[in-house]
């Protein structure tokens, strides 16, 4: 069945602090890979995307996805997060059976210790 | 990147009335537009996917008399809740799909947060 898993509801950690964010699919074929951040009460705002190609991707402020086809994996991370990085994070991907519907994983909570 | 705008943003209506959600794609033909909801600290559910000119197509346990969904352009599509109940309450997203410069891209839009008193 395809299916997108977000292991972690909650993670904190403090600033300053690298950021490792995990996101297993389970498909037969590469899908499309996505994570988004989503402050409280606000809309999605895309990090960064996979299609193809380079399996490390750059994001928009300072985030970095590396997917691993061996661990049908795209894991999210930041070298050194900000307090400004406290949101919801979820992974999302596309499988192509699936007319192209994008599937949210449950999310991961990032707390910031000061 | 395209930008899709969401009317009204907010919404607080009486049990029992209806309540219609505007999507708009603004710079972006949409060939598919979707719909998702969203409750308090929980993630993103696909409530049903419509293609242009066509009826939508909604996911499993989503009651399609109750959400109506309408695509008429490909810049448009509308969710209307009928009769809306409490249990309504959610925060409804909606995107638009499409090719752009060869890739697949979609847009979110900001999200129409619904209050059924």
């Known amino acids: 069945a395809q299916s997108v898993t977000q292991p972690d509801i909650h993670i904190t950690v403090s600033e300053g602090a690298s950021l490792e964010l995990r996101c297993n699919y389970s498909?037969?074929?590469?899908?499309?890979l996505f994570w988004y951040v989503q402050s409280p009460g606000q809309g999605l705002q895309l990090l960064l995307k996979y299609f193809s190609g380079d399996t490390l991707v750059q994001g928009i402020k300072g985030f970095e996805a590396e997917f691993k086809r061996s661990q049908s994996s795209f894991n999210l991370r930041k070298p050194s997060v900000h307090w400004s990085d406290a949101a919801e994070y979820f992974c999302a991907v596309v499988f192509y059976s699936s007319a192209s519907k994008i599937i949210f994983g449950s999310g991961t909570r990032l707390s910031i210790r000061p | 990147g395209a930008v899709v705008s969401q009317h009204p943003s907010w919404v607080i209506c009486k049990s029992g009335t209806s309540v219609k959600i505007e999507c708009r794609s603004l710079d972006f033909q949409a060939t598919t537009m979707f719909w998702y909801r969203q409750f308090p600290k929980q993630s993103l559910m696909l409530m049903a996917t419509?293609?242009?000119?066509?009826?939508?197509?909604?996911e499993q346990g989503v009651e399609k008399d109750k959400f109506l969904i309408n695509h008429a352009s490909l810049t448009l599509s509308t969710l209307t809740v009928t009769s809306a109940h409490p249990e309504d309450s959610s925060f409804y997203i909606c995107?638009?799909?499409?090719?752009?410069?060869?890739?697949?891209?979609?847009?979110f839009g900001p999200g129409t947060r619904l209050t059924v008193t």
């Open positions: 419509s293609n242009e000119g066509s009826k939508a197509t909604y």
């Open positions: 498909y037969g074929a590469t899908p499309y």
């Open positions: 995107s638009a799909s499409g090719l752009a410069g060869g890739t697949y891209e979609q847009y």
